[in-house]
């Protein structure tokens, strides 16, 4: 099992941000199959004023190329991932067209 840690802003909208958490209440189940399939075992999503943090846990089967292929040629998953970026606005840091951004484990107990 490897761990990943991802992060990403939300717009600063507390209507947005309400929104937002709504529809991660109930994920599409088109979605949810989409993650599973790619050798996701674990996800969560924790949120601090608007700033999103997300912890994967994968399979030895997942590889960011194949999802990433993968979610490009799943319809379902482009319409979710157009409707997400009326929430989201990228990081600073994210290359263009990214929204979360992989960071980097500094401490570890």
């Known amino acids: 099992m490897k761990r990943y840690c991802f992060a990403l802003d939300l717009k600063n909208d507390e ?7 709504t529809y991660h209440q109930k994920v599409w189940p088109e979605i949810i199959k989409s993650i599973r ?12 004023g608007n700033r999103l943090f997300m912890i994967m846990e994968t399979n030895e089967r997942f590889s960011f190329d194949t999802k990433e292929q993968a979610d490009n040629s799943n ?9 997400m970026w009326n929430y989201q606005q990228a990081l600073p840091t994210a290359k263009q067209g990214k929204k979360w951004v992989l960071t980097n484990k500094i401490f570890s107990l």
């Open 37 to 48: 399939e790619a050798g996701v075992e674990q996800m969560e999503i924790y949120r601090v």
């Open 15 to 21: 209507q947005l941000i309400a929104e937002y958490e």
């Open 75 to 83: 319809e379902k998953v482009q319409e979710w991932e157009q409707l």
